[in-house]
């Protein structure tokens, strides 16, 4: 199973779009592990938006959609809900 998912930085008002086959391994390399690369800049992440599927290419066309302006536009949409 894969997920395509969204983390927010609350702290810097930003958000990482991703997907992988296991979420909180990546989740907590997101947040603890990794020692390089863009999420590092902005830590503390929360998971905000998770979206299942039943395999790779179809987690990996969602993560495209949800780059593109529409999708961005979607995605804090969805986290101005949360936070309201």
Known sequence: MFVTYVLYS??????????????IDRFHSHNQLATKGHTLKFR????????????????????KQLKYSR????????????ID
């Open 10 to 23: 609350k702290k810097y008002d930003k958000i990482y779009i991703g997907y992988t086959a296991n979420l």
């Open 44 to 63: 503390p992440w929360e998971v905000a938006i998770v979206v299942f599927f039943d395999n790779k290419r179809g987690a990996m066309k969602h993560e």
């Open 71 to 82: 999708g961005r536009a979607y995605i804090r949409q969805q986290i101005q809900q949360l």
